[in-house]
T-cell receptor, first 112, second 115 residues
Framework: DTEVTQTPKHLVMGMTNKKSLKCEQH?????MYWYKQKAKKPPELMFV???????INESVPSRFSPECPNSSLLNLHLHALQPEDSALYLC???????????FGPGTRLTVT | AQSVAQPEDQVNVAEGNPLTVKCTYS??????LFWYVQYPNRGLQFLLK????DNLVKGSYGFEAEFNKSQTSFHLKKPSALVSDSALYFC?????????????WGAGTKLIIKP
């Protein structure tokens, strides 16, 4: 199984809402990633978890809060977002940090 | 500064013709090289990678890539294009020193295959 799943597929939220994005993989991968992608642009790395520990935080605003409950799950908690945060949010996993990454289909987020 | 360049924003190819999507990089050492593809409204899919060894790497969907160390290039190729190959293609490079092994991404090339 080489699948990474993400829920929800689409999310519309107001600037005062709190929501969460979820990501799951069952490939036994030890590294998991959150990316933000604007249309027709390369993905921008937000966070990396390696062996369930936060390894990289790319100076992401605190309104984005990652969580890794276990080796298969990755969450991204959202609070008080801005309209410019509207984007496709991609989750990925790899066997180890630096290996080829397998991406989920993404969550299309719209902040109103 | 380390960088990855995809010099063409868009490449147009007729179905059945060979295709090439170009990638050059400016990264010290012997980095790992990757190609990913993104179909409309989808996540990215890993196509192939080069770490060491044979300069011609074969990947998914009939794609291959040619590594050229002297030109620091890693061009993606396919002998016969399909309309279904139309997508956005990203080259990515992983430095082997520093930067915590984070990927450096090219800007992407839109590939359009015309019937």
């Amino acid at each position: 199984d080489t699948e990474v799943t993400q829920t929800p597929k689409h999310l519309v939220m107001g600037m005062t809402n709190k929501k969460s994005l979820k990501c799951e993989q069952h490939m036994g991968h030890r590294a998991m990633y959150w990316y933000k992608q604007k249309a027709k642009k390369p993905p921008e790395l937000m966070f990396v978890y390696s062996y369930e520990k936060l390894s990289i935080n790319e100076s992401v605003p605190s309104r984005f809060s990652p969580e890794c409950p276990n080796s298969s799950l990755l969450n991204l908690h959202l609070h008080a977002l801005q309209p410019e945060d509207s984007a496709l949010y991609l989750c990925a996993s790899s066997q180890d940090f630096g290996d080829e990454q397998y991406f989920g289909p993404g969550t299309r987020l719209t902040v109103t | 500064a380390q960088s990855v360049a995809q010099p063409e924003d868009q490449v147009n190819v007729a179905e059945g013709n060979p295709l090439t999507v170009k990638c050059t990089y400016s990264v010290s050492g012997n980095p790992y090289l990757f190609w990913y593809v993104q179909y409309p409204n989808r996540g990215l899919q890993f196509l192939l990678k080069y770490i060491t060894g044979d300069n011609l790497v074969k990947g998914s969907y009939g794609f291959e890539a040619e590594f050229n160390k002297s030109q620091t290039s890693f061009h993606l190729k396919k002998p016969s294009a399909l309309v279904s190959d139309s997508a956005l293609y990203f080259c990515a490079v992983r430095p082997v020193r520093g930067s915590n092994y984070q990927l450096i991404w090219g800007a992407g090339t839109k590939l359009i295959i015309k019937p």
